[in-house]
C-alpha cells in the first residue's frame, strides 16, 4: 500500500456483467486507472466512491 492511500469501491460492468470491486489508491482517478491496467480498456466504469471507515 501506497502512503496516504485510501479504498475506494468501484462498481464496473464486463461482458454485461455487473461487479463491484475495491481498490487501493491514492485517488479515484488512480482506482479507475488501477481497473483499467487489471480489466484492459473496455471494461466500463459505471461509479467510484470512497469507503468511508467507522472508527470508534
Request: with cysteine; glycine share 8%.
Amino acid at each position: 500500500m501506497m502512503c496516504g492511500s485510501k479504498c475506494f469501491i468501484v462498481q464496473l460492468e464486463q461482458n454485461g456483467t455487473k461487479e463491484i470491486k475495491q481498490v487501493n489508491a491514492r485517488t479515484s482517478i488512480g482506482a479507475r486507472k488501477v481497473i483499467r491496467g487489471e480489466y484492459g480498456a473496455e471494461v466500463e466504469i459505471l461509479s467510484v466512491k470512497e469507503k468511508k471507515w467507522n472508527h470508534k
